[in-house]
């Protein structure tokens, strides 16, 4: 499974912006996938997971409310819609895949995205 993020850019404080992340190969369905971001000097965090249905999901406590992960397996692409964004939302995001569903654990994803910065001014 390839996959290819996309959307990011510069936004203001309280804004919105919609990643996407588009995979290829006839697999893509099977697998559960994720967002994950990664800000200078941080490790690399979940943000949000979505089950290879679309039926689970979850979220890290710092997004709930704010950030949306949805998918559409017939387009071969994952979405998270990302509301009311803060300047601490600023960092490079990348879509992940992975056959555990809804894990937060970096090293359970196997195929990644290039990533897409988002940043968001105070």
């Known amino acids: 499974v390839q996959l290819q993020a996309s959307g990011g850019g510069l936004v203001q404080a309280g804004g919105s912006l919609r990643l996407s992340c588009a995979g290829s190969?006839?697999?893509?369905?099977?697998?559960?996938m994720g967002w994950f971001r990664q800000a200078p000097g941080k490790e690399r965090e979940l943000v949000a997971a979505?089950?290879?249905?679309?039926?689970?999901?979850r979220y890290a406590d710092s997004v709930k409310g704010r950030f949306t992960i949805s998918r559409d397996n017939a387009k071969n692409t994952v979405y998270l819609q990302m509301n009311s964004l803060k300047p601490e939302d600023t960092a490079v995001y990348y879509c992940?895949?992975?056959?555990?569903?809804?894990?937060?654990?970096?090293?359970?994803?196997?195929?990644w995205g290039q990533g897409t910065l988002v940043t968001v001014s105070s």
């Open positions: 992940a895949a992975t056959l555990r569903s809804n894990s937060i654990v970096v090293s359970d994803y196997v195929y």
């Open positions: 190969g006839r697999t893509f369905s099977t697998y559960a």
């Open positions: 979505i089950s290879w249905r679309g039926g689970s999901t």
